[in-house]
């Protein structure tokens, strides 16, 4: 489901030239020995011109393919891809490696017929040296390229594997307030872990089946738990990225002290996540609430629209929560769908 998680070895320059020039240096070389010495001479050099040139390529062009079409993935992905790495530089990059591939075919094919019109072996011995010259020039300049992929490979094929077609539920709030309970309460079985590369958390991504259908959740920590105005950039256009995945958020709140945040911050949070996501229903769930006096409870509830109880390290009020959000997230797809079609 990443994209990116196909990407395997990218090659330094100095890898990539040591590869080649290290099987090149094992080619056989048989010729006839009726051939005169000096085509016997061309044939050699021709054929470790070919070789190196063929090789070098292949593997320039193999490793633009290891990437995906950056115009054609999810916007989920291209987000978090314009998040880690900068989807122009790379693309600027990937371009600039099958730039490089033309231009040692050309190199090649030019020394290639020096060789072959080339006088003597000495003439020959020269061009094929000259192209090995010119054409490991070319690898070398590519040096910090291949250095950015390298590290970009590493930083994309971490990305949390999220099916983008699956209803999906995005959990936000304070750290503390039970999310992480919720999401294993939902899940079917034990949810996975996997690294955001930009927050020093991990995600946290459960599978359920609603009504046969397959849905996932999504806790993020370090994303969605926290104001607007404490966030960088980069974490910005994560939640931007956040966004084409979601189909209902469900946010949830402690009233209790036991998470450390007063509720007047958990209150203003959910405000600005309502704002964040305007097109998207937002589910507000009250937890722990076993943790609290009835009369303050009341109280809180007052100041919440239609809250949700629940206690979800008991599983009390979880199946509620996931039918609202479920109920609001379809009716929330069919108006979209019906609006589009209308356009």
């Known amino acids: 489901m990443n994209p990116f998680s196909k990407i395997k070895k990218i090659y330094s320059s100095d890898e990539l030239l040591d590869i080649v020039f290290h099987r090149g240096s094992q080619l056989p070389l048989d010729v ?27 593997y320039l062009i193999i490793m633009v393919k290891k990437f995906p079409n950056l115009d054609e993935i999810h916007p989920f992905y291209r987000e978090l891809a314009d998040v880690l790495v900068g989807v122009d530089r790379l693309k600027e990059i990937l371009a600039s490696l099958e730039g490089s591939a033309r231009i040692i075919k050309k190199i090649a094919n030019k020394k290639i017929r020096d060789i072959k019109f080339s006088e003597n072996p000495k003439f020959a011995a020269k061009a094929r040296i000259e192209a090995y010259a ?44 039970g999310k992480s309970s919720f999401v294993r309460a939902v899940s079917s079985a034990k949810p996975e872990i996997a690294e955001y590369p930009f927050t020093t958390r991990n995600i946290v991504l459960g599978h359920f089946s609603y009504n046969n259908v397959r849905c996932q959740i999504i806790d993020t920590p370090g994303i969605l738990d926290r104001p607007m105005r404490e966030r960088n950039r980069i974490e910005l256009q994560a939640i931007t990225a956040i966004r084409h995945v979601a189909n209902v958020v469900v946010f ?28 998207l229903p937002v589910i507000n769930v009250i937890n722990k609430v076993d943790l609290m006096s009835s009369e303050d ?6 100041k919440i629209d239609k809250p949700i109880e629940m206690i979800a390290i008991q599983d009390t009020g979880v199946q509620e929560a996931i039918d609202t959000a479920m109920k609001a997230g379809k009716l929330q797809g069919e108006l979209k769908y019906a609006k589009e079609v209308a356009l």
């Open 134 to 177: 010119r054409i490991s020039s070319i690898i070398k300049k590519l040096e910090k390229r291949l250095n950015f992929l390298i590290e970009a490979s590493k930083k994309l094929s971490r990305l949390p594997s999220i099916d983008t077609n699956e209803f999906t539920i995005v959990v936000a709030g304070y750290p503390n307030t």
């Open 252 to 279: 949830i709140i402690d009233p209790s002290l036991s998470c450390g945040y007063p509720i007047e911050r958990q209150l203003e949070l959910l405000k600005e996540i309502k704002e964040t996501f305007p097109s």
């Open 32 to 58: 006839p020995r009726r051939v005169p010495p000096s085509i016997k001479a061309k044939k050699r050099e021709v054929t470790r011109v070919k070789f190196i040139s063929d090789n070098l390529v292949k």
């Open 297 to 302: 409870l009341e109280e809180v509830k007052k």
